[in-house]
């Protein structure tokens, strides 16, 4: 069974830093892309940023750009979102999600919230 | 990167069937045919519904379709029923990232 489970979501303070985990198993992690997707309370879906197999091609929204980092570990099938200089437009539930023209079916994590407040 | 534009929200009674429409430019919706639909229940994960514009999962119920015709994709769900309120967002494949609709907020009347 494909399993996603995100971690490392909390209250951060304006301006702080937070690095963002997503375990997987149930399936070989290092053959497939990897997405971040964010949602703010109340809000619709917004794509984060996107990862190749090999760590080797990210990309990033305009909105991120420049302050977050996505990367990973194929040996420890571990995706991450490494999220600086974070404002309260950041405060979202972030789900990781597997694939790369979609995000593919049962393959989201449950998300993890993410908070900036003073 | 802007979102693809759905209308806010639809509405339809039990049996009947709506569409919902996405629309993008030639460099989102128009220039792949990898347009995803997802529907998201409150405080659910979302679920994927159709991808590459017209194919379901397994499991998904074949009330459920996509089309596309140049720039706009659109979701059709036949024989409303009431599980099916919920939130839906269409998304597309660009060269350099995902861009997702605003969302619909679909009322079973």
């Known amino acids: 069974e494909v399993q996603l489970v995100e971690s490392g979501g909390g209250l951060v303070q304006p301006g702080g830093s937070l690095r963002l985990s997503c375990a997987a198993s149930?399936?070989?992690?290092?053959?497939?892309?990897m997405q971040w997707v964010r949602q703010a309370p109340g809000k619709g879906l917004v794509w984060v940023s996107r990862i190749d197999k090999d760590g080797s091609v990210t990309t990033y929204a305009d909105s991120v750009k420049g302050r977050f980092t996505i990367s990973r570990d194929n040996a420890k099938n571990t995706l991450y979102l490494q999220m600086n200089s974070l404002g309260a437009e950041d405060t979202a539930v972030y789900y990781c999600?597997?694939?790369?023209?979609?995000?593919?079916?049962?393959?989201w994590g449950q998300g993890t919230l993410v908070t900036v407040s003073s | 990167q802007s979102a693809l534009t759905q209308p806010a929200s639809v509405s339809g009674s039990p049996g009947q069937s709506i569409t919902i429409s996405c629309t993008g430019t030639s460099s989102d919706v128009g220039g792949y045919n990898y347009v995803s639909w997802y529907q998201q229940h409150p405080g659910k994960v979302p679920k994927l519904m159709i991808y590459?514009?017209?194919n379901r999962p397994s499991g998904v119920s074949n009330r459920f379709s996509g089309s596309k015709s140049g720039n706009t994709a659109s979701l059709t769900i036949s024989g409303l029923q009431a599980e099916d309120e919920a939130d839906y967002y269409c998304c597309s494949y660009t060269s350099s990232s995902l861009v997702f609709g605003g969302g619909t907020k679909l009322t079973v009347l």
């Open positions: 590459d514009v017209n």
């Open positions: 999600a597997r694939g790369k023209t979609r995000l593919e079916a049962g393959c």
């Open positions: 149930g399936f070989t992690f290092s053959s497939h892309w």
